[in-house]
C-alpha cells in the first residue's frame, strides 16, 4: 500500500480563508469517515452548557474514534461544523484553532435550526490514513 500524503493548499487568487482552514486537500491513503459527533460522554449525557464546552467534548470524541483506526486529528483532511445558532462561530473557532494547531484542513461551518439532543454543536470529519 503506498504511503499516505496529506498536502492542504490555498489557491493562489483566490478569496482568502477566513479562519483556521485550507482552500482544500490532497490525499494519498485509505479515507475515513466519521458520523457527526456532538458532546456526549461515553456513557451517553451531554456534556457542557456552552459551545467552548461542548466543543471541547466534541473533539475529545473525534480523537477518541480516530485513535481507534490508528488516526488523530492530523490525519483529518475536511471537517463540516453545523452550528445550533452563527452567532457562537467564535467561539467554535477558537476551539476548532486549538483543536487542530498547525493543521488546517478544509471546512465548512453552517447554521442549522436543530442538532441532536438540543446540542450546540455537531463536528463530522474525514481523515486519511495509511
Not at 503506498?2 to 479515507?31: D, L, N, W
Not at 466543543?55 to 475536511?78: E, M
Amino acid at each position: 500500500m503506498q504511503p499516505k500524503t496529506i498536502s492542504p493548499f490555498i489557491a493562489e487568487h483566490a478569496a482568502p480563508a477566513i479562519g483556521p482552514y485550507s482552500h482544500g486537500v490532497v490525499c494519498t491513503g485509505r479515507m475515513v469517515f466519521l458520523s457527526g459527533q456532538i458532546a456526549l460522554s461515553s456513557e451517553g449525557a451531554m456534556i457542557g452548557t456552552t459551545v467552548a464546552e461542548q466543543s471541547t467534548q466534541v473533539f475529545h470524541n473525534i480523537r477518541t474514534i480516530l485513535k481507534t483506526q490508528g488516526a488523530t486529528l492530523d490525519n483529518v483532511v475536511k471537517a463540516t461544523v453545523f452550528l445550533a445558532d452563527m452567532n457562537s462561530f467564535a467561539e467554535m473557532n477558537a476551539c476548532y484553532s486549538d483543536a487542530f494547531g498547525h493543521h488546517k484542513p478544509a471546512r465548512s461551518a453552517v447554521e442549522v435550526s436543530r442538532l441532536p439532543k438540543d446540542a450546540l454543536v455537531e463536528i463530522e470529519v474525514i481523515a486519511c490514513i495509511d
